[in-house]
Structures are given as C-alpha cells and as structure tokens.
C-alpha cells in the first residue's frame, strides 16, 4: 500500500469513527455509514458468529435438486451485486467498442478460483504446488461449511476438476489483450441456439438484462461451460457454490475464514506476509460498496 493510499484509509478510518460516535438521524447516510462501520468492527460478534451469516445462502444450496436450481441460485448471486469470485462466468455492461454510443452486455470467462489457466494446467512444481494448496483451502472451506470431514477431500478434487474443465478453453491475460478476438456478436436466438446448457432466458429477465446487443468475450469458453453444465453432477456444482460464497464472504468473516483466505489468497498466490489490520479491509469494503455517501464526509 502506498503512502497516499495508507492516509487517506487512515483518514477515512477517524471520519468513520467519528460517525459512529454523534447522534444520526434515523435512514441518513450517515447512519448506514456508522452502521456498517460498526457491525463490520464487531469482532467479538464476527468470531462469536462463526458461518451464521452464510446460512441463508448455504440453505438456499442446500435445497437444490437440480440444474434449474443451481441456474437460480448463480442468478441470486449476481443479483446481490456481492460478487468478487463470480460463479460460473462473468458479465459486465460498457459502452460497444465499435459504436461507444451504443451500451452492450458482454460476457466473459470465470468462475475459477485459481488467477489463470496455467495454474489448473500446467505441470511445473509451482503450478503443482499451488494446485495442492488451493485444494487444502477447498478442503477447509468444506469443513468451515458443514461438510462431512471425511468427505471433504474427494468434494475439493471435484471441485478442482471441474474448474478444470472450465479453465482448458479459457484463454490467458495475453490472449485477451487481442480486443478483436474479444468481440463476437450474437443476437439473443444466436446466443441461446450456440451455448444451450446455459439458462440465457431467465438471467436476462430475471436480472433485467437487455437483449438487443450481445457480446461474447471468449465463445470456447462458453462451449466449455455447457460441457460442465451437462457433464458435472448436481451435487458437485452446489459444493462449488458453497465454496464461492464463503470465498467472497471469507474476509469479513470469523477468524478460521479469514486466515484460511489470507493463506491462500494472499500469502501463496502473492506473497503477503501478514495479514491486513481489520480496519483497512472494512475500509475497503465501505469504499465499494458506500463510496459515494463516504466521500461526502
């Protein structure tokens, strides 16, 4: 973190503080700023709370009986706008590269908790040994999830296997700095009739999405995900949503969650040797989130 970067966190940390510390009216910005400042430093509560805020997602998982299911519960996702490790793919709007009068949907590769595809396939130690870290953080996320600890082994390898799949027609960083290759555009018959596995219809409507100008970053990734989506079993897809949302949520949560995503996240793929105080990861999240309402402090 650089030295502007560090005061203005510094800054905002004793405005905060001080939010929390006067009288707000009731539905303010400045009361929902105290109020997710202060809940977001509870850490008694966080560590005495354990899993208990992923329940209401880990529930709706839980009653999932098919692949209509695991579509709904990817569309909540995206619809909770809580998104960092995406499921499945990602999406985005932005102006039309060709015509930037025109706004376009595009969608892209995701929904692989590893950087990149040399990570899933490449054989080097490095990339083996990162490989068997990522599946000892699977195994922790199962067991931190409820799952059954003699199982949690076999539930990460499938996990890993079908990020797997999804990753060998994923293309690398270099790859997608060709902008030419990133455009491909499909009407919505074109784009349902091409990748069928996939439920275009209800994340279009169900997310509010227009369907007059469609963009596909990476098609053989697409073709790769409706491989998985018809290969991949059930029960499999939902102990990887499991996984995604503990690993979005993992940072904000009790200490087993959040060292547990340090480890990996942090100190293995990128070298970090400590851990961020809480502050500045709340600070983080409440410039996301609530940074205009923060700015006007």
């Known amino acids: ?61 839980n009653r999932i009986t098919d692949m209509n299911g695991v579509m709904n519960e990817v569309i909540a996702r995206y619809r909770s706008g809580f998104i960092e490790l995406s499921p499945m ?48 953080y699977l195994t922790t996320l199962l067991k931190l999830t409820g799952a059954a600890a003699d199982k949690t082994p076999s539930l990460a ?13 994923s293309r690398t960083p270099e790859q997608n700095r060709d902008v030419a290759k990133s455009l491909n555009y499909y009407t919505f018959d074109s784009l349902q009739k091409s990748f069928p596995g996939f439920s275009w219809k209800s994340f279009f409507d169900k997310l509010g999405i227009s369907k007059k100008r469609i963009n596909i970053d990476q098609p053989e990734f697409f073709n790769s995900l409706d491989s998985a989506i018809a290969s991949t079993p059930v029960e499999t897809w939902k102990y990887y949503l499991k996984v995604k949302l503990a690993t979005n949520a993992a940072p904000y949560l009790s200490s087993p969650f959040a060292k547990a995503h340090f480890e990996f996240y942090s100190k293995t793929l990128f070298g970090s040797k400590e851990m961020r105080p809480r502050w500045e990861k709340v600070i983080s999240n409440i410039d996301q989130y609530m940074g205009d309402p923060l700015g006007k402090l």
């Open 1 to 61: 973190m650089d030295i502007i970067e560090k005061q203005t966190r510094t800054r905002f940390h004793d405005l905060l503080t001080g939010v929390v510390a006067q009288s707000n009216s009731t539905g303010s910005e400045a009361s929902k700023l105290a109020a997710l400042f202060k809940s977001d430093m509870d850490t008694m509560l966080i560590e005495k709370s354990g899993m208990t805020p992923l329940i209401p997602g880990l529930t709706r998982i």
């Open 89 to 136: 793919m990602v999406f985005y709007a932005s102006p039309d590269p060709v015509n930037n009068d025109i706004e376009i949907v595009s969608f892209g590769q995701g929904g692989m908790g590893l950087p990149t595809k040399t990570f899933y396939l490449d054989m080097d130690s490095t990339s083996v040994g990162i490989r068997k870290k990522y599946l000892d």
């Open 157 to 169: 390898t499938d996990i890993l296997k079908l990020e797997t799949k999804l990753a060998r027609n």
